[in-house]
Each structure stands twice: as structure tokens, then as C-alpha cells.
């Protein structure tokens, strides 16, 4: 048995789920895990809990596999918002970022803002919400240190060009919000200053699970705001308020869920044994596979076609009268997708089973017929 049906076998979700994009189902690998540290914890064995702090380095290790970034430039959180709002609080100057992000970026750099005022969101336009090197080129100004763009947008399912942003921006910072693609799409994570993603989307490690990775560079023009007791170079700081460390541990506030660490590890383990470019090839697969299903039927698809230009995401535009109609035509053949702003999206992982395409290809008859009748 190969690597990628190996990777398969821990899919658990009944057919019918096409929902990645807003929660994954935990694998095999992370309910396993979960079960085993929380046994752990339960019965607090003598010498036990040495076992649950290894888990920080544990996961850190991990992406740093995932990422190129080394072990030390990563420090773990619990979700991609605190690891997006640590670097924008830590911002000295303008941010060009598109209004049209996912809340988590536009909200972090207007927060910050508000509160220090020492950032200024320079608002990216944007065509159709598509984040381009082209347009962030055309917009930058003398003022603009840093850019920050998600990986793959959550409305439209682009995907970034991470590569081509670098080139354009020279030695300003590169912020990536990476949720939307985090273990399904191989990208050069190498060339950004900060990357956050959470685990409980594509690489289905349930919630309470993130990082942030930070470059030499970031760690150096960034300001640790948010820094606790365990973002010190000492392991118990008593008696005295030290200084932040001068890495990016500094940007950590306490210590973190050893439980949820450990789920993130296992699922990233399990990503590394059968490798990303496997995973991410079978993701496009899938979601050609999507593609051709509305086509047959019609149905608009207004996300990229190109491999080059998406991940994961589907995106379909009916006409607005048969939105409501395509929408209860998922509901009754009892797929799971998401339905925002006159658009309904499709999300494909490794594995597409084939119940999954025959529930979808009859709730797309229903559609049609419903539609012309």
C-alpha cells in the first residue's frame, strides 16, 4: 500500500462532507493522539507530565519541517489570528494588505492601529478580491514596510503567488496568513518573514491548535507587545519582570495546550510521511473533478482553473434567483458546503470518495431540473 492511500485511510468523515475551508474532520491519526495524551493527563502517572511539555518542541520541530523555517523561529499558538495579531502589533510603519481578506488580517492591522498608533493598513484594490504581485507592485509606497496577503483567499479560493509578491516587495516584510492552504498546498514558505496558520482546517488537527514562524529579519524589526513570562529566555522568571527574549519565543504570552500540541504534531506527521507534493496533487485532482461536475451541469465556476492559481476551494456563482435552489439541493442530498454572499463553495482534500461525487451529481440534477422547470 502506498504512502498517499496510507494518508487516506485516516479520513473518518462520512461521504458528503465538502466543507475543509471551514473546519476539517480530525484524522484517525489526531483523534489517536488526543485519546492517548489525554489518557496521560487523566491518570497523571508519576513522571507523566514531563511527557506533555515535550510537546512545544515537539509540534515546533514539526513545522519547522513543514515550513524550512527552523525550530527556533517558531513558537506555538493557538490559532492563526494571535499569530497574525502579534505581528501587526509588532508593525513600525505602513502595511499594504486587501480589505477583502479574511477578517483575521484587516482587523489585526486596524486594531493595532486604534491602539498604538504605529501602524497604518494601506488598503490593497484589488480585482475581484484576487491578491496579485502585479497590483501589490503598483500600490506599494516609500512608506510600506511590510505586505500581507493569505495564502489562499477563503471567498475566492486564489491562491497566492508567494514567489512573485517576494520579487516585487524587495526586503519589506512578507506576511502570510497561510490557514487556507496549510497542508495541502507546497508552497515556498521560505520566502515570507511571518507565516501563521492554524490546525483545524486542512490539516484536521482541531481547534486550539497554531503557530507563527518568523524569519531572523522579522524577529529583529518586529516588537514583541504581547510577551508573557514565557516569552523570556528563562523558564520560570520569579521576582523579576525580564525582558522579552530576543527570538521568537518573545512573541508567547503563557504556556500552550500540550494536548492540542500534540494533535498538530500528529497530524503534521502524518503529512510529512506521505509528503505535501503527494497531498497537494491529489487535492488538484479532486477539485478538477469538481470543476467538471458543474460544468457538465452548468453551473458557474467563478474560482481559478488553473492548478497554478487555487488549493482546495471551489467556488460556484448561480444566477441569484437559483441560489436558494442549488443551496436546498445540497441540504437534501445531505452534502456539506458552505453558502456566502451569492456564492457556494466546494472544498476537495486528498480524498473524494465516490459516494461523496455521486450525492453532489444528484443534488446538481435536482438543481437542474429545478432550475428549467
Given amino acids: 500500500m502506498g504512502a498517499i492511500h496510507r494518508f487516506a485511510e485516516g479520513f473518518l468523515e462520512e461521504p458528503g462532507y465538502l466543507d475543509y475551508a471551514r473546519v476539517g474532520p480530525m484524522s484517525a491519526a489526531v483523534v489517536a493522539e488526543t485519546l492517548g495524551q489525554t489518557e496521560v493527563l487523566s491518570r497523571a502517572r508519576y513522571g507523566s507530565l514531563d511527557h506533555l511539555r515535550e510537546q512545544d518542541d515537539r509540534l515546533r520541530t514539526a513545522v519547522a519541517h513543514a515550513t524550512g523555517f527552523r525550530a527556533d523561529q517558531v513558537v506555538c499558538e493557538p490559532n492563526t489570528s494571535t499569530g497574525i495579531m502579534q505581528a501587526m502589533f509588532g508593525l513600525t510603519g505602513a502595511v499594504l494588505l486587501s480589505p477583502n481578506d479574511f477578517p483575521t488580517v484587516p482587523f489585526a492591522a486596524v486594531r493595532a492601529a486604534e491602539a498604538l498608533r504605529v501602524v497604518e493598513p494601506l488598503w490593497l484594490a ?150 505535501i507534493g503527494s497531498i497537494e496533487a491529489a487535492v488538484a485532482m479532486n477539485v478538477s473533478e469538481l470543476i467538471d461536475l458543474a460544468d457538465e451541469f452548468a453551473i458557474p465556476v467563478v474560482s481559478s482553473r488553473d492548478e497554478r492559481e487555487r488549493a482546495g476551494i471551489v467556488v460556484l456563482e448561480p444566477p441569484k434567483a437559483q441560489l436558494t435552489v442549488l443551496t436546498a439541493a445540497l441540504h437534501n442530498h445531505g452534502l456539506t458546503a458552505t453558502t456566502r454572499a451569492g456564492t457556494v463553495r466546494l472544498c476537495a482534500h486528498a480524498v473524494l470518495s465516490v459516494d461523496t461525487v455521486d450525492m453532489l451529481r444528484g443534488a446538481f440534477t435536482s438543481y437542474a431540473t429545478a432550475a428549467i422547470y
Fill in 126 to 275: 484589488t480585482e475581484h478580491g484576487r491578491v496579485t504581485p502585479g497590483e501589490i507592485r503598483e500600490q506599494l509606497t516609500p512608506a510600506t514596510v511590510a505586505v500581507a496577503v493569505c495564502l489562499v483567499d477563503s471567498r475566492t479560493g486564489h491562491r497566492a503567488d508567494l514567489d512573485g509578491i517576494r520579487q516585487v516587495i524587495g526586503d519589506r516584510l512578507l506576511i502570510v496568513d497561510a490557514i487556507q492552504g496549510f497542508g495541502v498546498v507546497d508552497a515556498p514558505y521560505e520566502v515570507a518573514d511571518v507565516v501563521a496558520s492554524g490546525g483545524q482546517k486542512w490539516t484536521r488537527a482541531g481547534w486550539g491548535t497554531g503557530f507563527l514562524a518568523l524569519s531572523d529579519r522579522a524577529v529583529e524589526r518586529l516588537v514583541p507587545v504581547f510577551s508573557g513570562f514565557a516569552g523570556t529566555d528563562t523558564a520560570e522568571p520569579w521576582d523579576e519582570v525580564l525582558p522579552p527574549s530576543r527570538s521568537a519565543n518573545a512573541f508567547r504570552v503563557s504556556n500552550g495546550d500540550a494536548i492540542a500540541q500534540a494533535r498538530f504534531a500528529a497530524a503534521l506527521d502524518d503529512i510529512a510521511r506521505v509528503g
